[in-house]
């Protein structure tokens, strides 16, 4: 979705910051470039928007709809495993500031890459992702990503640095009306 933070971002430093995509920011992506990719967890390549793959920006965010015949995806569909959807993007333009003591990374336009359905191997950055899969025969199955976790946090750190860390993100996340 637009206008919605992420989960927190590792930033390669020891630290975190949330991203937010702008509205218009997908919609214009796809205007720059020939094809967007479509991946599972962002190593397969399964289609793409010249053959199984729609994306639009709706008022919510990117709207995506693909018609998978990939195995391994299917698999997954069959056996629950779907958990949502990501994006790949480079040459971000954003603008950086602080709240709460958390970095927020705004993102105003970028080069859209590829987008990937993501089983349980991953875990989307976004928890409003919403994936369902159908099929003519079957019941309709609905999957949407995990409330945010903890899971991410490097377990490298010494214990005391993990108990903070989870701490802040716990506090960010409720001051922003969610729950643990």
């Given at each position: 979705?637009?206008?919605?933070?992420?989960?927190?971002?590792?930033?390669g430093?020891?630290?975190y910051?949330?991203?937010?995509?702008?509205?218009?920011?997908?919609?214009?992506?796809?205007?720059?470039?020939?094809?967007?990719?479509?991946?599972?967890?962002?190593?397969?390549?399964?289609?793409?928007?010249?053959?199984?793959?729609?994306?639009?920006?709706d008022?919510?965010?990117?709207?995506?709809?693909?018609?998978?015949?990939d195995?391994?995806?299917?698999?997954?569909?069959?056996?629950?495993?779907l958990?949502g959807?990501?994006?790949?993007?480079?040459?971000?333009?954003?603008?950086?500031?602080?709240e709460?003591?958390m970095?927020?990374?705004?993102?105003?336009?970028?080069?859209?890459?590829?987008v990937?359905?993501?089983?349980?191997?991953?875990?989307?950055?976004?928890?409003?992702?919403?994936?369902?899969?159908?099929?003519?025969?079957e019941?309709?199955?609905?999957?949407?990503?995990?409330?945010?976790d903890?899971?991410?946090?490097?377990?490298?750190?010494?214990?005391?640095?993990?108990?903070?860390?989870?701490?802040?993100?716990?506090?960010?996340?409720?001051?922003?009306?969610g729950?643990?």
């Open positions: 979705v637009t206008n919605r933070r992420s989960r927190p971002l590792p930033d430093n020891g630290g910051f949330l991203e937010e995509i702008q509205p218009g920011v997908f919609q214009r992506a796809m205007r720059k470039i020939d094809e967007v990719k479509l991946c599972l967890d962002h190593r397969k390549e399964i289609g793409g928007t010249k053959s199984n793959l729609t994306l639009k920006e008022v919510i965010g990117l709207k995506a709809r693909a018609e998978v015949t195995e391994e995806t299917v698999k997954a569909a069959e056996e629950k495993r958990r959807w990501s994006f790949g993007f480079r040459k971000p333009r954003e603008e950086r500031a602080e709460n003591g970095s927020i990374r705004r993102i105003s336009d970028f080069e859209l890459t590829e990937s359905i993501i089983d349980d191997r991953m875990k989307p950055w976004y928890n409003s992702t919403t994936i369902e899969a159908r099929a003519e025969d019941e309709k199955i609905e999957v949407r990503a995990q409330e945010d903890l899971d991410y946090i490097n377990k490298q750190k010494p214990e005391n640095e993990i108990e903070k860390s989870k701490a802040k993100i716990k506090k960010m996340i409720e001051e922003a009306g729950n643990i």
